[in-house]
C-alpha cells in the first residue's frame, strides 16, 4: 500500500531563516506530488506541483521554492522565511493517471516567530 | 477561475441525526468531486470521491452526490456520532489540481 510522509512535524523557525520540508512517498511510481499551505482560517492553497523529476509548477508567487530530486521526494524551501510563512504545509501526491484522487500527508506545522 | 462554497461553516447536532453538507463550485468543467474529513491539526483524509460522470458515491453511513449541471455536491451523514466532529472539505478537481472549499466544522453532541 501507499504511504506519504512529511517532515518535520513541527517547526519554529525565525524570520528570516531558511526552510526545507521534506516529502516522500512509498508504494508507487512516478506520482504526481503537490504543496499546499493552510493558514488559520482560511482554506487549502496549492503552492506548487509536479508531475516529474525536475518538474515544477508554481501557482502562486512568494518566496518559496520547490524541488523534486527524486522520483518520490518533493521539498519544498525558503531562502529566508516571512512572518506571513506561517501556517500547516500539507503535501499530497495522486497516480496522475485516471481519477486523479489525491492523498494527503500528515503535515507540518510552521511557525514563524 | 473555479471558486468552491461550503455551507454551513460551522453545524452543531446531537448524536444520531441524519445531516446534509453542501458544496457548490462555479466551473462545471470538472474531473472529479472529492470529499475530505480533517481531524485539528491533522493532514486530510479522503472519504469519497465522485466521477464527473457519476451522480453519486456511498461509504458506510456516507453518501455523496453530484451535479455538475447545477455545480452542486452534497454529502450526507447518516446516523451521526461523536466521533463524526471534525471539518468537512470538499474540492473540485480540474487538470491535476484540486480547488478547495473552506470547509465546513461539525460538532456531534452525546
Known amino acids: 500500500s501507499q504511504t506519504i510522509h512529511q517532515w518535520p512535524a513541527t517547526l519554529v523557525q525565525p524570520v528570516g531563516s531558511p526552510l526545507s520540508l521534506e516529502c516522500t512517498v512509498e508504494?508507487?511510481?512516478?506520482?504526481?506530488l503537490y504543496w499546499y499551505r493552510q493558514a488559520a482560517g482560511r482554506g487549502l492553497q496549492l503552492l506548487f506541483y509536479?508531475?516529474?523529476?525536475?518538474?515544477i509548477s508554481s501557482e502562486v508567487p512568494q518566496n518559496l521554492s520547490a524541488s523534486r530530486p527524486q522520483d518520490r521526494q518533493f521539498i519544498l524551501s525558503s531562502k529566508k522565511l516571512l512572518l506571513s510563512d506561517s501556517g500547516f504545509y500539507l503535501c499530497?501526491?495522486?497516480?496522475?493517471?485516471?481519477?486523479?484522487?489525491?492523498?494527503f500527508g500528515p503535515g507540518t506545522r510552521l511557525t514563524v516567530t | 477561475k473555479q471558486e468552491v462554497t461550503q455551507i454551513p461553516a460551522a453545524l452543531s447536532v446531537p448524536e444520531g441525526e441524519n445531516l446534509v453538507l453542501n458544496c457548490s463550485f462555479t466551473?462545471?468543467?470538472?474531473?472529479?468531486l472529492q470529499w475530505f474529513r480533517q481531524d485539528p491539526g491533522k493532514g486530510l483524509t479522503s472519504l469519497l470521491l465522485?466521477?464527473?460522470?457519476?451522480r453519486e458515491q456511498t461509504s458506510g453511513r456516507l453518501n455523496a452526490s453530484l451535479d455538475k449541471s447545477s455545480g452542486r455536491s452534497t454529502l450526507y451523514i447518516a446516523a451521526s456520532q461523536p466521533g463524526d466532529s471534525a471539518t468537512y472539505l470538499c474540492?473540485?478537481?480540474?487538470?491535476?489540481?484540486?480547488?478547495f472549499g473552506t470547509g465546513t466544522r461539525l460538532l456531534v453532541s452525546p
Open positions: 499530497a501526491w495522486s497516480s496522475g493517471l485516471g481519477s486523479y484522487e489525491q492523498y
Open positions: 508504494g508507487t511510481s512516478n506520482p504526481n
Open positions: 509536479s508531475v516529474g523529476i525536475g518538474q
Open positions: 466551473d462545471s468543467a470538472i474531473y472529479n
Open positions: 465522485i466521477q464527473s460522470s457519476q
Open positions: 474540492a473540485a478537481t480540474g487538470f491535476q489540481k484540486l480547488v
